[in-house]
């Protein structure tokens, strides 16, 4: 498990390297911030599915989280939520039940919680 501030997947062939960099590295889930992708979706990008929670079309493509499990871990896959375009659950079958909350938080906001 991993969790990667990709900055945006919105450049042309982006989902491709993403894909080869998880597959090269061997990470079996992997949680992305800042996608900046519209909407709650899935796709499957060669092979891989990535789910994805952003803000509604429209507007400012600003955060946006995204999950991209292995094909390993897609079969294990029972449910996943989109929460809003800062949150995603994911919950995996396995032994122990493994449920997987992906957030973010942008660094300006980090700033100003930490200062307070």
């Not at 507007?59 to 449910?79: C, D, F, H, T, W």
Request: hydrophobic share 45%; aromatic share 6%.
């Amino acid at each position: 498990m991993g969790i990667w501030n990709v900055c945006t997947l919105c450049g042309l062939g982006a989902g491709r390297i993403l894909v080869a960099k998880l597959e090269k590295a061997r990470v079996d889930v992997m949680g992305l911030q800042e996608v900046r992708w519209s909407d709650v979706s899935e796709s499957s990008v060669v092979g891989h599915a990535i789910l994805w929670s952003g803000p509604p079309e429209g507007e400012i493509k600003q955060a946006g989280v995204a999950l991209v499990p292995s094909k390993k871990a897609a079969a294990a896959l029972m449910n996943w939520q989109p929460v809003n375009d800062r949150l995603l659950v994911a919950r995996f079958k396995h032994g122990l039940g493994i449920s997987q909350s992906l957030w973010y938080m942008p660094q300006q906001m980090m700033l100003l919680t930490a200062q307070e």
